[in-house]
């Protein structure tokens, strides 16, 4: 079922790209997650050896580019280890979830339930000297770059052992490869130009991967960063989010272009089913591959839902319909879509899938209650001023809220 | 030509007097508003209004009064504001006059500032002060700096609004006091209100005045409830910038302190009267530009101790400030060194008991003030 919106732009006809030079796209994208095809008798019985799987001609739209190839190899194990991260994920943000609504979670806290795909289709076609930038909704990315759900959870607890040390909370998490969970809207775009201008300046065959919602979209800063990036060629794939919603304001409310792949202008763009993880891979696989050969930066949209309200604050309801969010969760649900194909394709069965399913699932759960045992950081000066300033080159002392309360390092 | 007479200037001085296009059919006190307010209300018209309605009544009312006001910023129209700070604004002004921007603070902070420019009189909502950081050049340079550098040819008359300072777990992008950064900057007035006539009364008051106004709300205040007097209820209550208020007379030591610190002081006050007899003197200040120096030189004669409670960092703040001035003007009436409790050096951290010690409260106050005094 496609959405509302989409169900317009598919009844157009075939979309053919008016400029030439560049292949053309076959259809509008959908969010259909379950729209890969793979021939079953194909499969091999082994675990990791390659074989083909076609994807939907409705997973791409491309500007100034031709599309990345419909086919792309994989292997069970590859496709089986898809399904459990987007499990993982889910289930991490339920006890996030579980937990804000135990009131043991303060401030905000961004979900990003029905957005699975994009964090770990990304997460699968890169390596780990590759480089993500993300904004607040980054708990996904934080435990796909190598965080561990109990770090991940143990900071939205504000724990010593979080993956900040219960400095920076929900919206604030970083690990090898992974800038942050950033809390300014749009600020982190620029700040991923410069990670791939450090790539490209230490002769890194590597690419950063700089995530903003379709809100964040229309930040200056943004199209600041697009144009240094396309001046001086940088290994880059600005990623715009767009899961239809900049907290209460719709994407057609917020932006004079819903094309958001479209927005570099001058930077060719690819617009990507962010439902199917499948072609999620293919496109971020085909963008590297693109950025490392020096061809330059690229825009990419994931089409995308949250099902969740903005934050744990917003029932998410007064700006769109039940009956859309509903529809999104039954019929495009990344999870559902994938898994469906495992069964089709005799990539697994419905037992080994319900193990897999349990094995997620008791490893999150598992940790999520280590992380609930996990201290508070002591409320000593040592504590709270310790990493204002790299160890060993701080000021003799920070100021205290009087001066009896003065940290001397 | 006319140009050279200062149009710009004249009228704005008249603007002051008479809020402009004022509905034919409202009638008005003659007295102002303000001279009603000062301890001459009637108990029996006293009303609770939590902060965030007055400043919902304040906004409606001068979209009401004056056509040219209207108001922009993230999420204020149909989500009713993130904080529902203009709730029910759109339904009652319209589109025209209440407007949902692009996440684009630098962008739609300018366009404000243009509007103001040409003469309309833009009501800016920041969703908080920690993102009109994206916007600063626009209301430093664009918006306090015209006027003087166009001669006083080109007046703005804006009002940057949205809640400042510390919120609660959101870390240290989302909580940042920017008293001192506004405060300094000549062109701009900045107020800071805590209770629900301060936030009505300077908040009006901003929307009215010739000159860029910032007014720096605090989210943890918008829910709390205060009696508003009858006169602040009505429609032409201002309160004047830079005059503060004794929130609580005394004479043994001067608390000047803002937003909301003032509360937190008021409560450490008490306590230190009912367990040690002692009268410390509560002075809101309301404006931190024009900042109302008078006021505490008039009180520290009286109390000869002054301490000042913000909650910003305190490297160049608005303590630092208020020291340097009672220095500057009332230090011969101090028996000793005036001091300050301020936010602690760094940055806003997550885990409760870290952010707990990062910021001022009432047992600190008290005990700080304790010590003062020898107690
Ligand atoms: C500069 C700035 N302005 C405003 C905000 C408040 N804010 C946080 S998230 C958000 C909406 C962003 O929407 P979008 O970019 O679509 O991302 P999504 O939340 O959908 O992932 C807003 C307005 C902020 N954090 N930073
Ligand atoms: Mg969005």
Redesign the interface.
């Known amino acids: 079922m496609l959405s509302r919106t989409l169900r317009t732009s598919r009844a157009a006809p075939l979309r053919v790209l008016s400029r030439g030079g560049y292949g053309v796209t076959k259809r509008a994208v959908t969010t259909d997650a379950a729209s890969a095809h793979a021939d079953k008798d194909a499969v091999p019985e082994e675990d990791d050896k390659p074989f083909q799987v076609h994807l939907s001609d409705e997973s791409f739209e491309t500007y100034e580019l031709d599309p990345p190839p419909y086919t792309m190899e994989t292997t069970k194990k590859e496709l089986k280890q898809m399904y459990y991260d987007m499990v993982s994920v889910r289930r991490m943000e339920m006890a996030a979830d579980r937990l804000y609504k135990e009131k043991k979670i303060?401030?905000?806290c961004h979900l990003s339930t029905g957005q699975e795909a994009v964090a770990v289709g990304i997460e699968h076609s890169l390596t780990k000297e590759d480089d993500i930038i993300t904004a607040y909704r980054c708990h996904g990315f934080a435990l796909m770059r190598g965080g561990t759900v109990k770090s991940i959870i143990g900071?939205l607890l504000?724990?010593r052992e979080g993956i900040?040390y219960?400095?920076?909370?929900s919206?604030?998490m970083f690990a090898k490869g992974f800038y942050g969970g950033?809390?300014?809207?749009?600020?982190q775009v620029p700040v991923g130009a410069g990670l791939a201008f450090a790539h490209q300046y230490n002769g890194n065959k590597n690419t950063t991967v700089a995530l903003y919602g379709d809100?964040?979209s229309?930040?200056?800063q943004v199209f600041e960063a697009f144009n240094m990036a396309k001046l001086w060629n940088l290994p880059i794939l600005f990623g715009c989010e767009n899961n239809k919603y900049?907290?209460?304001?719709a994407a057609n409310?917020?932006?004079a272009l819903t094309d958001y792949y479209k927005r570099g202008q001058y930077i060719p763009g690819l617009k990507v089913n962010g439902m199917d993880v499948l072609a999620v891979k293919a496109a971020v696989a085909y963008g590297k591959a693109h950025t490392v050969a020096g061809l330059g930066p690229l825009v990419l949209e994931y089409v995308t839902y949250r099902y969740g309200g903005h934050s744990m604050s917003d029932p998410g309801t007064?700006?769109r319909t039940r009956e859309e969010i509903q529809r999104m969760r039954s019929t495009q649900d990344p999870i559902a879509g994938l898994k469906q194909k495992l069964l089709e394709w005799n990539v697994t069965t419905e037992e080994e899938l319900k193990g897999i399913d349990q094995e997620a699932r008791k490893a999150v759960d598992g940790e999520v209650a280590e992380a609930e045992k996990m201290e508070?950081?002591?409320?000593t000066?040592k504590?709270?001023?310790e990493d204002?300033y790299v160890r060993g080159s701080e000021p003799q002392f920070?100021?205290?809220?009087?001066p009896d309360?003065n940290y001397y390092y | 030509m006319s140009r050279l007479l200062r149009p710009a200037s004249r009228l704005v001085s008249s603007s002051i007097a008479r809020p402009a296009a004022r509905n034919a059919f409202q009638s008005f006190p003659r007295v102002p508003a303000i001279v009603q307010s000062r301890g001459y209300a009637k108990e029996s018209g006293v009303k609770e209004y939590t902060v965030r309605d007055a400043l919902n009544e304040a906004l409606a009312e001068e979209l009401e009064l004056n056509p040219k006001v209207f108001i922009l910023g993230?999420?204020v129209a149909?989500?009713n504001g993130?904080y529902k700070v203009t709730k029910g604004l759109l339904d009652r002004f319209g589109d025209k006059r209440v407007i949902?921007t692009?996440?684009?603070e630098?962008?739609f902070c300018g366009l404000a500032v243009g509007a103001a420019l040409a003469g309309l009189h833009p009501v800016c909502e920041f969703m908080t002060f920690?993102?009109a950081?994206?916007a600063i050049d626009q209301i430093v340079n664009s918006a306090a700096k015209t006027h003087y550098m166009s001669g006083g040819i080109q007046p703005c008359n804006i009002t940057f609004r949205g809640p400042n300072g510390f919120?609660?777990?959101?870390?240290?992008?989302?909580s940042q006091d920017y008293s001192a950064w506004y405060g300094s900057i000549p062109g701009l007035k900045v107020v800071t209100p805590w209770s629900a006539e301060d936030a009505k009364g300077l908040l009006k008051a901003a929307i009215r005045d010739p000159n860029p106004v910032c007014v720096l709300e605090n989210e943890l205040l918008y829910g709390q409830s205060f009696p508003m007097s009858e006169a602040a209820q009505k429609d032409d209550f201002v309160i004047p910038f830079g005059k503060a208020k004794i929130e609580r007379a005394g004479k043994d030591l001067t608390i000047v302190t803002l937003s909301r610190c003032v509360g937190q002081s008021l409560v450490a006050a008490e306590a230190l009267k009912k367990k040690y007899g002692v009268e410390v003197e509560v002075i809101n200040l309301r404006s931190i530009k024009p900042l109302d120096v008078e006021a505490i030189v008039k009180s520290v004669k009286k109390t000869h101790r002054l301490l000042a409670v913000e909650s910003g960092f305190?490297?160049f703040g608005v303590g630092a400030e208020l020291l340097a001035l009672t220095m500057e003007y009332a230090f011969d009436y101090l028996d000793a060194p005036a001091?300050?409790?301020?936010?602690?050096?760094?940055?806003t951290?997550?885990?409760?008991?870290?952010e707990?010690?990062?910021?001022?409260d009432e047992t600190?106050i008290e005990n700080?003030a304790k010590k003062m005094l020898r107690l």
């Open positions: 303060r401030g905000f900071e504000g724990r900040a219960g400095k920076g909370g919206m604030h950033n809390g300014i809207v749009g600020a809100g964040a229309n930040q200056g900049g907290m209460g304001t409310r917020s932006s007064t700006y508070f950081p002591e409320a000066g504590v709270l001023y204002i920070m100021r205290g809220r009087t309360e | 993230e999420e149909q989500y993130a949902d692009p996440i684009t630098s962008g920690n993102f950081m994206q919120a609660s777990g959101v870390a240290a992008q989302h305190p490297a001091q300050r409790i301020t936010g602690a050096e760094v940055p951290p997550y885990a409760l008991k870290l707990q010690m990062s910021f001022p600190l700080y």
